[in-house]
């Protein structure tokens, strides 16, 4: 059995008008790590003062890094065929679930 550790930041507390701002996925196959992918996204919108104070994570950090659409084909390859695991998963994979049905 194969289990994704996965952790996000957001722009904010609420999925409807917040993006995704950093991801982490670590693969576990119950004794060690076999995959990751860790990426600062950008949002493409402005990331609140009080999240930055939060997460550490400012508009210039993500300025230049890539989209969320940029990096759904290795979010997708790590994770298929796993367990989703996180510290405040209702949290993170309804984020994930929103974000990739607004891609479509």
Known sequence: MLYTVIDIETTG???????????AIFKYDGDTIVDEFTSLVNPECEIPY????LTGID????????KLEEITERILEITKDTIFVAHNV???YSFLKNEFQQLG
């Open 13 to 23: 507390n609420g999925i409807k008008g917040n993006r995704i701002t950093e991801i």
């Open 59 to 66: 508009n210039n950090m993500v300025r230049n890094a890539p």
């Open 50 to 53: 009080f999240i930055t104070g």
């Open 90 to 92: 209702n949290f993170d």
